[in-house]
């Protein structure tokens, strides 16, 4: 069992940056593509960004591309997701995921995700 718990969330103003983490207890996180996804109030979960097990694949929304990175540190066990230029439009809560699939492989789809945290409130206000 893999248990994920997602930080860094918060208030920010239009054009600021925050930082989420995403830390794993029970088992390394270093077997598992990871991915970020979001739910706005009233609006369904939808797909953010994704890295591969060893890094050398991302993949991100078309609404994030160029704003939002998407890291990982093995050492520390922890993933994290690098908001720049934060618009109104990215208020949500954020949630981070593992998936148990091929090694450097990535995914969009929140079905591939076997595990999940419990997510962090990102507000951006304009």
């Known amino acids: 069992q893999v248990q994920l718990v997602e930080s860094g969330g918060g208030l920010v103003q239009a054009g600021g940056s925050l930082r989420l983490s995403c830390a794993a207890s029970?088992?390394?996180?270093?077997?598992?593509?990871m991915g970020w996804f979001r739910q706005a109030p009233g609006k369904e979960r939808r797909f953010v960004a994704a890295?591969?097990?060893?890094?050398?694949?991302?993949v991100y929304a078309d609404s994030v591309k160029g704003r939002f990175t998407v890291s990982r540190d093995r050492s520390k066990n922890t993933v994290y997701l690098q908001m720049n230029t934060l618009e109104p439009e990215d208020t949500a809560v954020y949630y981070c995921?593992?998936?148990?699939?091929?090694?450097?492989?990535?995914?969009?789809?929140?079905?591939?995700?076997?595990?999940w945290g419990q997510g962090t409130q990102v507000t951006v206000s304009s």
């Open positions: 995921a593992a998936a148990n699939i091929l090694f450097g492989a990535v995914s969009s789809r929140s079905g591939a995700y076997d595990y």
């Open positions: 029970g088992r390394t996180l270093n077997t598992y593509a």
């Open positions: 890295v591969s097990v060893n890094s050398v694949r991302t």
